[in-house]
């Protein structure tokens, strides 16, 4: 085989576009619907707490605008894991479970905060919020695919593009 023959990309219909009427339409289904609020929910839930992220670190930590700017950049590292772990985990393991375990980890990272306060400003509360954080960014992440893998199935015949 040449480098040309190589080189060319095999012939792929596209698919017919979806008019907006058509997506919104999606989300008359009750199972499309109950997902939805579901991600609502769970992403309502990340956001809520990250409007107080930055008084919240400060206090427990002890640290400073560069100190909770290192914690969010560890929070955000764990966002990536948890993106990478959702794709995976969306591609591999059963939704239904997998929601139950998702929701559960992201409730039970909130609880460690309020029991770092009476360490606030130690070494130990300095590395639990560490932990949390990690806890906490990949419980949120990871929902993200698990729900989109979701939309797709349930509504296979509004999506753009058709499965093997």
Same mark, same amino acid.
């Given at each position: 085989?040449d /480098?040309q023959q $190589?080189?060319?990309?095999?012939a ?7 008019? *907006? ?8 289904e009750p199972?499309?619907l109950?997902?939805?609020?579901l991600?609502?929910?769970g ?11 930055d008084?919240? *670190?400060?206090?427990?930590?002890g ?14 590292v764990?966002?990536?894991?948890g993106?990478?772990l959702?794709?995976?985990g969306?591609?591999r393991w059963g939704?239904g479970?997998? *929601?139950?375990?998702? @929701?559960?980890? /992201? ?5 460690p @905060?309020?029991?770092?306060a009476?360490?606030?400003?130690? @070494?130990?509360a300095v590395?639990?919020?560490? #932990? #949390? ?6 419980a ?5 695919? @698990?729900?989109q893998?979701? /939309? ?5 015949? $509004? ?6």
């Amino acid at each position: 085989m040449d /480098l040309q023959q $190589k080189a060319e990309a095999p012939a792929v219909e596209n698919p017919r576009p979806v008019s *907006l009427r058509e997506r919104i339409a999606a989300a008359r289904e009750p199972e499309v619907l109950a997902t939805l609020s579901l991600t609502a929910i769970g992403l309502g839930a990340g956001f809520v707490l990250f409007t107080y992220i930055d008084p919240l *670190l400060r206090s427990l930590t002890g640290y400073g605008g560069r100190g909770v700017s290192v914690m969010l950049l560890l929070f955000g590292v764990a966002a990536i894991a948890g993106n990478a772990l959702g794709g995976y985990g969306a591609d591999r393991w059963g939704y239904g479970r997998s *929601l139950v375990i998702i @929701f559960s980890a /992201l409730a039970a990272s909130f609880l460690p @905060f309020s029991l770092l306060a009476p360490a606030s400003g130690t @070494f130990l509360a300095v590395a639990g919020v560490g #932990v #949390v954080l990690v806890a906490w960014s990949v419980a949120r992440w990871v929902l993200t695919p @698990f729900q989109q893998y979701r /939309l797709i199935r349930l509504s296979r015949s $509004k999506a753009t593009w058709s499965s093997p």
